[in-house]
T-cell receptor, first 111, second 111 residues
């Protein structure tokens, strides 16, 4: 079947770097996305990887290895406002609205 | 301003009383979808639509109905709500598999 696995919680200190991993199982792969959600709020898009390698967007980067069915989100220079839940997700086809999300990783940034 | 608008934000109802949660987007997106979010379970897709009059089931469609008569609107209908449908609901829209834009959520309580 298709699924994504993420750690449920990660804790880090302000100013540090943290990596949130996502491993997936799928019969066909069409890219991996990352979303951020502050407590109870709307998820917002962070990053997308269709090919292997690193995508950088400011303090956030996302990495993908299709051969390992693995990706991660890297957050640098952590700030208190980065405390949130982070979800990885992938579509089940190249032209489908069917999307699967991981269960989410809650990041707590401590002073 | 580009946005996805859900209404209502909060809703408390009783078992069996039909309700509709509205969703509207002003970005001319083809894709629209509904998710429910429960603690520890992440975002689970209920239904999705790839265009007007084209809808399909997500992972947890039981007890829900949708319609897509116009491109901008995608209402979620609960014909006979039950307590296990108490959840946080999100509507989202996008072009094809490009990033999802989420609404601000509807917190539903069924007693």
């Amino acid at each position: 079947g298709q699924s994504l696995e993420q750690p449920s919680e990660v804790t880090a200190v302000e100013g540090a770097i943290v990596q949130i991993n996502c491993t997936y199982q799928t019969s066909g792969f069409y890219g991996l996305s990352w979303y951020q959600q502050h407590d109870g709020g709307a998820p917002t898009f962070l990053s997308y990887n269709a090919l292997d390698g690193l995508e950088e967007t400011g303090r956030f980067s996302s990495f993908l290895s299709r051969s390992d069915s693995y990706g991660y989100l890297l957050l640098q220079e952590l700030q208190m406002k980065d405390s949130a839940s982070y979800f990885c997700a992938f579509p089940l086809g190249s032209n489908t609205g069917k999307l699967i999300f991981g269960q989410g990783t809650t990041l707590q940034v401590k002073p | 301003e580009a946005q996805v608008t859900q209404n209502p934000r909060y809703l408390i109802t009783v078992t069996g009383k039909k309700l509709t949660v509205t969703c509207s987007q002003n970005m001319n997106h083809e894709y629209m979808s509904w998710y429910r979010q429960d603690p520890g379970l992440g975002l689970r897709q209920i239904y999705y639509s790839m265009n007007v009059e084209v809808t399909d089931k997500g992972d947890v469609p039981e007890g829900y109905k949708v319609s897509r008569k116009e491109k901008r609107n995608f209402p979620l209908i609960l014909e006979s709500p039950s307590p296990n449908q108490t959840s946080l609901y999100f509507c989202a829209s996008s072009f094809r598999n490009s990033p999802l834009h989420f609404g601000n959520g509807t917190r539903l309580t069924v007693t």
